[in-house]
């Protein structure tokens, strides 16, 4: 039986926008736990289960779900919630994304899926940089399968330039490529998605089609 959330999942969320103070998710706590962390919980570990023996078994559950609690420490915003659900499926279950991840986000009117290698520390990425140039062929396939499944690599974060250590491949076929600073793919979800059922699928779906993705950037480390 597919999971979903109830209808009135997302005003919820709406509402914890409106009222983002301690006093409000108090008095909301158990409806949050019930409609929300609780059923988006279940969907990590069904997308879990159904990946369990593909050729990317990421796997998640309560575990891998984010907190509410936004971190202020650094933050001009100030506002002491997220108003957002967000939870991972990654290689070992654990908040480790350095293999690769699977990303489920509840937002009302902003919800996605994604997969992939979400802003990296360059030291990371340097293996899989020099990766692209040393299989150019491997790379355009990765991009070429993506392509396929309806996908491209996001490119809202990149740099304005080359690399350091990579000038000279300015002219290389995959330049561009080098330049990005994550290496990650997604799909919008509705929120009828969610109410439907459908957002395990989606989740699902997309590791899949990220699988060369996510083989090729490991074969780099």
Same mark, same amino acid.
């Given at each position: 039986?597919?999971?979903?959330?109830?209808?009135?999942?997302?005003?919820?969320?709406?509402?914890?926008?409106?009222?983002?103070?301690?006093?409000?998710? &108090?008095?909301?706590?158990?409806?949050?736990? *019930?409609?929300?962390?609780? =059923?988006?919980?279940?969907? #990590? /570990?069904? $997308?879990?289960?159904?990946?369990?023996?593909?050729?990317?078994?990421?796997?998640?559950?309560?575990?891998?779900?984010?907190?509410?609690?936004?971190?202020?420490?650094?933050?001009?915003?100030?506002?002491?919630?997220?108003?957002?659900?967000?939870?991972?499926?990654?290689?070992?279950?654990?908040?480790?994304?350095?293999?690769?991840?699977?990303?489920?986000?509840? &937002?009302?009117?902003?919800?996605?899926?994604? *997969?992939?290698?979400?802003? =990296?520390?360059?030291?990371? #990425? /340097?293996? $899989?940089?020099?990766?692209?140039?040393?299989?150019?062929?491997?790379?355009?396939?990765?991009?070429?399968?993506?392509?396929?499944?309806?996908?491209?690599?996001?490119?809202?974060?990149?740099?304005?330039?080359?690399?350091?250590?990579?000038?000279?491949?300015?002219?290389?076929?995959?330049?561009?490529?080098?330049?990005?600073?994550?290496?990650?793919?997604?799909?919008?979800?509705?929120?009828?998605?969610?109410?439907?059922?459908?957002?395990?699928?989606?989740?699902?779906?997309?590791?899949?089609?990220?699988?060369?993705?996510?083989?090729?950037?490991?074969?780099?480390?």
């Amino acid at each position: 039986m597919a999971i979903s959330l109830k209808p009135s999942a997302m005003a919820l969320l709406r509402e914890l926008e409106k009222n983002n103070n301690r006093e409000w998710y &108090e008095a909301h706590r158990a409806r949050m736990k *019930a409609e929300l962390l609780e =059923p988006i919980a279940d969907m #990590l /570990e069904a $997308a879990s289960k159904a990946l369990a023996r593909t050729a990317v078994p990421l796997q998640g559950d309560k575990r891998t779900l984010f907190r509410m609690h936004r971190d202020t420490r650094f933050s001009a915003n100030k506002l002491p919630y997220k108003i957002h659900v967000g939870g991972m499926l990654t290689v070992d279950g654990s908040k480790r994304m350095d293999q690769g991840l699977g990303y489920l986000h509840c &937002e009302p009117g902003s919800s996605f899926v994604a *997969a992939g290698f979400h802003m =990296p520390e360059t030291k990371f #990425l /340097e293996p $899989a940089r020099q990766h692209m140039l040393d299989d150019a062929a491997g790379w355009r396939r990765v991009l070429r399968a993506l392509d396929k499944a309806g996908l491209a690599i996001d490119d809202s974060s990149r740099l304005k330039s080359m690399p350091r250590g990579f000038s000279a491949a300015s002219a290389h076929e995959h330049a561009e490529s080098l330049k990005l600073k994550s290496l990650t793919v997604s799909r919008q979800l509705a929120n009828s998605d969610w109410t439907k059922g459908l957002a395990v699928d989606a989740l699902v779906g997309i590791v899949k089609d990220a699988g060369p993705l996510l083989r090729f950037v490991r074969e780099a480390h």
